[in-house]
């Protein structure tokens, strides 16, 4: 058994726990960030007739362009 202060294992206990904790909080950020992004970019619509961009949160498959009210469809 390889001897060790007391101290220095509580150190070595918390820097680890805190580690896990830090790749935990960075792994789950991140993946939030990538899904948020990817339902925003869901919303995007660009308009076939206008080429009017907009964003309709609604819609899933048809949406009426604001500008020329062209149905346009995914
Ligand atoms: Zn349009």
Known sequence: MIPIDLSLAIGLYLFLALGVLVVFWVTTDSRRRTRDFHLEESHHWQ???????Y????????SRCPRCGNLNHR
Do not use: I, K, T, Y
């Not at 308009?47 to 961009?53: K, P, V, W």
């Not at 964003?55 to 048809?62: G, T, Y």
């Open 47 to 53: 308009c076939g007739l206008c080429f009017h961009r």
């Open 55 to 62: 964003v309709d949160s609604v819609a899933e498959r048809f």
